[in-house]
Antibody
Framework: QVTLKESGPALVKPTQTLTLTCSFS??????????VSWIRQSPGKALEWLAR???????FYSTSLKTRLTISKDTSKNQVVLTMTNMDPVDTATYFC?????????????WGQGTMVTVSS | EIVLTQSPGTLSLSPGEKATLSCRAS???????FAWYQQKPGQAPRLLIY???TRATGIPDRFSGSGSGTEFTLTISRLEPEDFAVYYC?????????FGHGTRVEIK
């Protein structure tokens, strides 16, 4: 069974760096075609795709946020980490990680439950 | 970056009615890289349709997807009480994924 779970601080101060961890089971990021993405959703707003890392360590970022984002993986720990610098109150959101694969043409077929992050001083 | 525009913003219908949700892309999308998701309050989104028209595992056949190029449609043939939710379209063919802003399907 494929599962993902996000973890990280619930509260960060403006200008701080946010570090989120996606811990997963039931698959390996060494497997060809597997990808993990981060998506966020501000309260009452739409989904916003942030970043993706592939089995071959290719990385892709949202155009509007790419200067602030870094995505990485630790295949030995089955984790994907997202860092976002210079946090602002507008970054308050629920952050999800999700698995995709070429089997599903890249669609996000398994999601974590999400972790809520509030940016406030 | 490809922009997805969903319409209508809100759809008010009764159980048993047919729902038709639209998503328009700012440029052509390869059909295999288009998906629809359902989201209920307090939950993560759930994949409904991928590759424009393929239902994900466990999705009932009252949900269907169609379209090509820049115009895509999600149809719910007969609304069940559990179908009232927000629906998002998404493209992921450009390596930079984007979502639409969602269509809320509410009980009339």
């Amino acid at each position: 069974q494929v599962t993902l779970k996000e973890s990280g601080p619930a509260l960060v101060k403006p200008t701080q760096t946010l570090t989120l961890t996606c811990s997963f089971s039931g698959f390996s990021l060494r497997s060809s075609g597997v990808r993990v993405s981060w998506i966020r959703q501000s309260p009452g707003k739409a989904l916003e795709w942030l970043a993706r890392i592939d089995w071959d360590d290719d990385k892709f970022y949202s155009t509007s946020l790419k200067t602030r984002l870094t995505i990485s993986k630790d295949t030995s720990k089955n984790q994907v980490v997202l860092t976002m610098t210079n946090m602002d109150p507008v970054d308050t959101a629920t952050y999800f990680c999700a698995r995709s694969s070429t089997t599903y043409y890249g669609a996000f077929h398994v999601w974590g439950q999400g972790t809520m992050v509030t940016v406030s001083s | 970056e490809i922009v997805l525009t969903q319409s209508p913003g809100t759809l008010s219908l009764s159980p048993g009615e047919k729902a038709t949700l639209s998503c328009r892309a700012s440029q052509n999308i390869f059909s295999q890289y288009f998906a629809w998701y359902q989201q209920k309050p307090g939950q993560a989104p759930r994949l409904l349709i991928y590759g424009t028209s393929t239902r994900a595992t466990g999705i009932p056949d009252r949900f269907s997807g169609s379209g090509s190029g820049t115009e895509f449609t999600l149809t719910i043939s007969r609304l069940e009480p559990e179908d009232f939710a927000v629906y998002y379209c998404q493209q992921y063919g450009s390596s930079i994924g984007t979502f639409g802003h969602g269509t809320r399907v509410e009980i009339k």
